[in-house]
């Protein structure tokens, strides 16, 4: 409702997910924090989804199990424990996610659990020692879901060490366009991956490019690949135009990487790209924690005393890298609105549970998806996209706070 007098808003839209710069490759090997793959056996593949189907395969997981998952959780968990033929039951959390081991306990009672999955949500590592403990007593396995957290330690003990096997997802923490992993401390990989193939391979590549340019980055490069970049959308065009006339193509690269929750068996054997990989190897770890850690308590500190909400976390602990931050917010429908107006990224982690799982199920993760609004801190904001974000979420929270319920 902007009359001619109220200016609209300047709509600068920031990246919400990390995209390349050259700055990246700068900052030194050595991170703060250990990462998912050190030290253990790994496995790039294209997704974190695929990477937990592989874990519960690994696990011997099949017919008749039952997997138990956490009441508060990305729908893309689920799937992967059908595909491997088990049931899927869920878990009460506590109100700061951790696992509530009580309820774990009694599920574990009726005999047919054969893993559970437990997750570092936004990077805040949970002490999995009781839960572990739990599984050994009761003959369960664990998967370590550190989709959120692919560096950090608690209490020394690394994220990924507790579980018979961890899965990450890449694309959250590196500027990459698909990327998962499967790891273990504990155990042998038994999994052996394939190239998904050249045009694959094209796609990965081009369009971690392509969303780096979209936010102005790598502006030399851009100019270089202009030409080659035409003729690529002119191949995918014909491609496209070829398979709406009958034959259908098979997709170039999973679903996994268009924020969707769909699990695609075809890519379960299939290897991260080569440059994803690559990116892994090159970008610095030590720059991805520090800016993280920096961007993450810069914005908690910026909405200090703002009303109508409060971090999730009372602190950022020292052994965490976050995936984004994490904020509980009185009001999130009308928040959450004015800020999607203002163009500024946000995930509702949560606001989408499995059919079923509601408060009824646990009324900390009905809570959790209804209240909480989690915003970018990753890597690649510039001070500029920073400032802007502090500015407009504050803006936003006081405006909402200000009109009468
Ligand atoms: C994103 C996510 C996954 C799945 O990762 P993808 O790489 O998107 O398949 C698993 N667990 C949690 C908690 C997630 O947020």
């Known amino acids: 409702m902007s009359s001619i007098n109220t200016p609209l808003p300047v709509r600068r839209v920031i990246p919400p997910v990390p995209v390349l710069s050259l700055a990246a490759f700068a900052g030194g090997r050595h991170a703060a ?6 030290g253990a056996d790994a496995r790039l593949v294209t997704s974190g ?38 049931e899927v039951a869920f878990y009460r959390v506590r109100p700061d996610t951790a696992p509530d081991l009580a309820d774990i306990e009694t599920q574990l009672a009726k005999g047919s659990v054969k893993a559970i ?11 999995l020692a009781p839960l572990r403990a739990l599984c050994d007593r009761h003959g369960a396995g664990l998967v370590e879901d550190c989709a959120h957290a692919f560096f950090g330690a608690r209490d020394g003990v690394p994220v990924g060490s507790v579980g018979d096997y961890a899965i990450g997802s890449t694309m959250k923490f590196f500027p990459i366009y698909e990327g998962g992993c499967l790891v273990s401390r504990r155990h042998r990989l038994d999994v052996t991956l394939r190239g998904a193939g050249a045009g ?18 790598l502006p030399v490069l851009r100019m270089l690949l202009a030409l080659p970049l035409r003729l690529k959308s002119a191949l995918w065009n014909a491609r496209k135009a070829r398979s709406d006339g009958g034959a259908t193509t098979p997709a170039l ?41 920096r961007n993450y308590v810069e914005l908690q500190r910026a909405l200090d005393g703002a009303p109508g909400c409060r971090p999730l976390f009372p602190r950022l602990p020292d052994g965490a890298c976050p995936w984004m931050f994490p904020l509980l917010v009185d009001r999130p429908q009308a928040v959450f609105e004015t800020l999607q107006r203002a163009g500024v990224p946000m995930t509702r982690f949560g606001a989408a549970l499995w059919p079923g799982v509601d408060a009824s199920v646990c009324p ?20 500029a996209e920073r400032a802007w974000l502090h500015a407009q979420v504050r803006q936003a929270l006081e405006t909402c706070a200000a009109v009468p319920a």
């Open 253 to 293: 690269a999973p679903s996994s990487s268009d924020s969707s929750f769909e699990f695609d068996a075809r890519w379960a054997d299939k290897r991260s790209s080569w440059f994803s990989r690559a990116v892994l190897r090159c970008v610095s770890p030590a720059r991805i924690v520090a800016r993280r850690r």
């Open 364 to 383: 900390n993760s009905a809570d959790l998806g209804r209240h909480l609004i989690a915003f970018p801190c990753h890597q690649a904001l510039d001070d």
């Open 33 to 38: 924090l250990p990462s998912l793959l050190d």
């Open 117 to 127: 999955l437990a997750t570092h949500f936004f990077g805040i590592p949970h002490d």
């Open 49 to 86: 989804r695929i990477a937990i189907g592989l874990a519960l395969r690994a696990l011997g997981v099949g017919a008749g199990d039952v997997v138990l998952v956490p009441a508060y959780h990305s729908p893309s968990m689920i799937p992967p424990a059908h595909w491997c033929g088990a």
């Open 200 to 217: 694959f391979e094209m796609k990965a590549a081009l369009n971690a490019l392509e969303a780096a340019f979209a936010y102005g980055r």
